[in-house]
C-alpha cells in the first residue's frame, strides 16, 4: 500500500492551497484518512481527519478555514486550505487509518511521504 500526496507549494498568506493524496495497492477497506502537519521544530499534530460514516474532526487552529473530504471509492483524501497563515507551514502529511488489505488482514496505519506548505506573511 502507498500513499501519494500532493499539492504543496508556496503561497502569500491569505491564500489557498488543495491538498490531495491517493491510497493505491491492495485495499480492501480505509476507515479513516487524516492529515498530519509538522512545523520546523515542533511535533506533527493532527490537522484533521474524516471516516468511514462521514464524520470529521479538525484542530481547533484551522476550523473554519479548511476542509477534509474523501472518494471512498477511489481511496483519495482533499484537504481544501482557505484563509492560509504563516504558521500553516509545514510538512503535510496523509494517513489511511484502520486499513484492510483483505476481509481477514489485521487493520493498520499507512502514511504518505509528506508535502511542503509554505505561508509568506
Known amino acids: 500500500v502507498q500513499l501519494q500526496a500532493s499539492g504543496g507549494g508556496l503561497v502569500q498568506a491569505g491564500g489557498s492551497l488543495r491538498l490531495s493524496c491517493a491510497a493505491s495497492g491492495t485495499i480492501f477497506s480505509i476507515n479513516g484518512m487524516t492529515w498530519y502537519r509538522q512545523a520546523p521544530g515542533k511535533q506533527r499534530e493532527l490537522v484533521a481527519d474524516?471516516?468511514?460514516?462521514?464524520?470529521?474532526t479538525y484542530a481547533d487552529s484551522v476550523k473554519g478555514r479548511f476542509t477534509i473530504s474523501r472518494d471512498n471509492a477511489n481511496n483519495t483524501v482533499w484537504l481544501q486550505m482557505n484563509s492560509l497563515k504563516a504558521e500553516d507551514t509545514g510538512v503535510y502529511y496523509c494517513?489511511?487509518?484502520?486499513?484492510?488489505?483483505?476481509?481477514?488482514?489485521?487493520?493498520?496505519?499507512?502514511w504518505g511521504q509528506g508535502t511542503q506548505v509554505t505561508v509568506s506573511s
Open positions: 474524516i471516516f468511514s460514516g462521514g464524520r470529521t
Open positions: 494517513g489511511a487509518i484502520e486499513l484492510r488489505t483483505t476481509r481477514w488482514a489485521p487493520l493498520q496505519t499507512y
